[in-house]
């Protein structure tokens, strides 16, 4: 069955960095769109990044645009968040999910595949 598997959260301090990983399995990778999201508590799921299949094309929400790099290899079945100058509003649970679309989807009903989440928090 189809899996996504994140890792990389943490605690970190404000202005540091993290690199989120997600890895896929049980699915033709190159053929799926990747997203990443975010829930903070009391928060309804919120997108932060798409990146197209072939990683040629990404799109970024505005807050976390200059900050976050969404990445990908195909050869690996991976997706990457590298997330720099973290702020406190950063906080959340962090989730990959993929869609079988070649476009940039930020709508979460779109996406079909889900990973569990890794929790990252940013203390100030």
């Known amino acids: 069955q189809v899996q996504l598997v994140e890792s990389g959260g943490g605690l970190v301090q404000a202005g540091g960095s993290l690199r989120l990983s997600c890895a896929a399995s049980?699915?033709?990778?190159?053929?799926?769109?990747m997203g990443w999201f975010r829930q903070a508590p009391g928060k309804e799921r919120e997108f932060v990044a798409a990146i197209s299949w072939s990683g040629g094309r990404t799109y970024r929400e505005d807050s976390v645009k200059g900050r976050f790099i969404v990445s990908r290899d195909n050869a690996k079945n991976t997706v990457a968040l590298q997330m720099n100058s973290l702020n406190f509003e950063d906080t959340a649970v962090y989730y990959c999910a993929a869609v079988a679309s070649s476009g940039l989807i930020r709508d979460p009903d779109r996406y079909t595949y889900w990973g569990q989440g890794t929790q990252v928090t940013v203390s100030s």
């Open positions: 049980g699915l033709t990778f190159s053929r799926y769109g």
